[in-house]
T-cell receptor, first 115, second 113 residues
Framework: AQSVAQPEDQVNVAEGNPLTVKCTYS??????LFWYVQYPNRGLQFLLK??????LVKGSYGFEAEFNKSQTSFHLKKPSALVSDSALYFC?????????????FGKGTKLSVKP | DAEITQSPRHKITETGRQVTLACHQT?????MFWYRQDLGHGLRLIHY???????NKGEVSDGYSVSRSNTEDLPLTLESAASSQTSVYFC????????????FGPGTRLTVT
C-alpha cells in the first residue's frame, strides 16, 4: 500500500536554530511531492512542491525541501526558525500515474519554535 | 482574487439528522475534494470529483455523499449524522494536471450530539 510517513509527531526548536521536519514515502515511480502548513483553526496552505529537476526546492516563508530519491525522502528545512513558524506541517505525495489529483498525506508533525 | 469558501464554519447537529456542508471555489478548477481531519489520523479523503457530474468515493466515504452539478460547488451531505462524524471537514480544489497543488478552504467544524 502506498503511504507517507512523518516519523516525528512533534519537533521542538529554539528560535534562530535550523529546523528539519522529516518525510519518507512508499509510492511507486517518481511521485510529485508537496509540503503544506496548517496554522491553528485554519485550512492547509501550500508551501512547496517537487516536480522534477533540482533536488533542493525553495518555497514560501524561507522554507526549502530536499528530495532524495534513493532514500525516498522529502525533508522540510529552514536555516533559521521563527516563533511564527510554529504550526502543523503535512507532507503529501501524488503518484505520477493513475491518480489525477489525489494526494496521500502523512499524519502531520507539530513544529514548536521557542524564543 | 480567486478563493475557496466553506459554510457553515461551525455546525452542531443531532444524531440522525441530515446535514449538508457547502464548498464553493472560484478558481475554475476541475478537481474538488472533501477531507476530514481527526487527531491521530491526519487528513482522510471522503469523496472527490474530477469534473461536473463526476464523483468518486475516497478512503472514508461511508455515510457521506456528494454531487457536482457545476464547476464551482461540491456540497457534502451526511445522510444521517452519527457521533463518529464529529470532525473538522476541509474542502480543496486543484487544476487537473497531477503536479498542481490543492487549495484548501478554511474548514467546517461539525459536532454531532
Amino acid at each position: 500500500a502506498q503511504s507517507v510517513a512523518q516519523p516525528e509527531d512533534q519537533v521542538n526548536v529554539a528560535e534562530g536554530n535550523p529546523l528539519t521536519v522529516k518525510c519518507t514515502y512508499s509510492v511507486s515511480g517518481n511521485p510529485y511531492l508537496f509540503w503544506y502548513v496548517q496554522y491553528p483553526n485554519r485550512g492547509l496552505q501550500f508551501l512547496l512542491k517537487y516536480i522534477t529537476g533540482d533536488n533542493l526546492v525553495k518555497g514560501s516563508y524561507g522554507f526549502e525541501a530536499e528530495f532524495n530519491k534513493s532514500q525516498t525522502s522529502f525533508h522540510l528545512k529552514k536555516p533559521s526558525a521563527l516563533v511564527s513558524d510554529s504550526a502543523l506541517y503535512f507532507c503529501a505525495v501524488r503518484p505520477r500515474r493513475g491518480s489525477q489529483g489525489n494526494l496521500i498525506f502523512g499524519k502531520g508533525t507539530k513544529l514548536s519554535v521557542k524564543p | 482574487d480567486a478563493e475557496i469558501t466553506q459554510s457553515p464554519r461551525h455546525k452542531i447537529t443531532e444524531t440522525g439528522r441530515q446535514v449538508t456542508l457547502a464548498c464553493h471555489q472560484t478558481w475554475n478548477h476541475n478537481n474538488m475534494f472533501w477531507y476530514r481531519q481527526d487527531l491521530g489520523h491526519g487528513l482522510r479523503l471522503i469523496h472527490y470529483s474530477y469534473g461536473v457530474q463526476d464523483t468518486n468515493k475516497g478512503e472514508v466515504s461511508d455515510g457521506y455523499s456528494v454531487s457536482r452539478s457545476n464547476t464551482e460547488d461540491l456540497p457534502l451531505t451526511l445522510e444521517s449524522a452519527a457521533s463518529s462524524q464529529t470532525s473538522v471537514y476541509f474542502c480543496a480544489s486543484s487544476d487537473s494536471a497531477g503536479f498542481h497543488e490543492q487549495y484548501f478552504g478554511p474548514g467546517t467544524r461539525l459536532t454531532v450530539t
